[in-house]
């Protein structure tokens, strides 16, 4: 198996792995510049970089890699040192870089209004790749979101064929509340990275609240950012749509720092009492 299909193959996936390459030989080593060693996120391993302990560090490293989602270079003197020994005396130094191999996000916006629209352009130019969803064709079609990789005019039909993974967005923006209760109500029962949605926070509490009713755990909305975006006193839809994509790479990236504005459960329960 080559492996860059495999690259290729677990992008469109969704799944994630590590790829190390040497980049750098000098003196005898048990392999030779440029040999690769792909690991996937589930330990398995296709090629080689030499096998034995050397071998065994990258694939280590490489687990830090993925998890960590940051390239890092290591450097082995192997000058003959029984640690590094794997069957060949060796008596060479080789640098080997260890970068992350990651799938492209993919943003579903389920509302096709101006907020989405805006939000699909600025997401688009981040590097997401777009999909979008309404039951009003004059607001999902591909003249109007013409960047995007999928379009739906059904939201049955958006919830039957996306499979949300590790590298799946979504943001929330449907034209009412009923609508967005049915997205909310689906996407947390999937393992998609980001879930947001608009909408005042009363109108949160309120969605969180009826479905708490339906028989939903509260538990489910903590991960749910909400009132989407980042605080920046955004306005209009061009606004919004800044502080929500800056939100998106704010977790694509795992900054540290960021205020969770999602309801908690427990203030959820404590309104639900009132």
């Given at each position: 198996m080559d492996i860059f299909e495999e690259i290729v193959r677990m992008r469109r996936a969704g799944e994630r792995g590590a790829l190390a390459t040497i980049v750098h030989v000098n003196g005898s080593i048990p392999s030779f510049e440029s040999s690769r060693m792909l690991v996937r996120e589930d330990g398995t391993m296709l090629g080689t970089v030499g096998g034995g302990c050397v071998e065994a560090e990258v694939w280590a490293a490489a687990?830090?890699?993925?998890?960590?989602?940051?390239?890092?270079?290591?450097?082995?003197?192997?000058?003959?040192?029984?640690?590094?020994?794997?069957?060949?005396?060796?008596?060479?130094?080789?640098?080997?870089?260890?970068?992350?191999?990651?799938?492209?996000?993919?943003?579903?916006?389920?509302?096709?209004?101006?907020?989405?629209?805006?939000?699909?352009?600025v997401g688009h130019l981040a590097g997401f790749a777009i999909g979008v969803a309404d039951d009003r064709d004059a607001f999902a079609n591909a003249s109007r979101f013409?960047?995007?990789?999928?379009?739906?005019?059904?939201?049955?039909?958006?919830?039957?064929r996306i499979h949300p993974n590790a590298a799946t967005y979504i943001v929330i923006v449907t034209r009412g509340h009923k609508d967005d209760m049915r997205v909310l109500e689906w996407a947390v029962e999937t393992p998609a990275r980001y879930i947001g949605m608009i909408g005042s926070r009363r109108k949160v509490l309120e969605i969180y609240k009826t479905l708490e009713e339906q028989g939903a755990s509260r538990e489910k909305f903590d991960r749910v950012h909400a009132p989407v975006g980042l605080?920046?006193?955004?306005?209009?839809?061009?606004?919004?749509?800044?502080?929500?994509?800056?939100?998106?790479?704010?977790?694509?990236?795992?900054?540290?720092?960021?205020?969770?504005?999602?309801?908690?459960?427990?203030?959820?329960?404590?309104?639900?009492?009132?």
């Open positions: 687990k830090e890699v993925i998890g960590g989602e940051q390239s890092r270079k290591m450097t082995f003197n192997l000058n003959q040192q029984a640690a590094y020994d794997s069957g060949l005396i060796c008596g060479g130094t080789l640098e080997i870089f260890v970068e992350p191999i990651l799938p492209q996000p993919r943003l579903y916006l389920f509302g096709g209004g101006h907020v989405s629209l805006a939000l699909a352009r013409p960047m995007a990789v999928d379009v739906f005019t059904s939201y049955e039909d958006a919830f039957e605080e920046i006193g955004a306005l209009t839809p061009e606004e919004i749509a800044v502080s929500i994509a800056a939100e998106l790479i704010a977790i694509r990236r795992n900054a540290g720092g960021l205020t969770h504005k999602s309801v908690r459960a427990a203030e959820t329960a404590s309104i639900s009492r009132k």
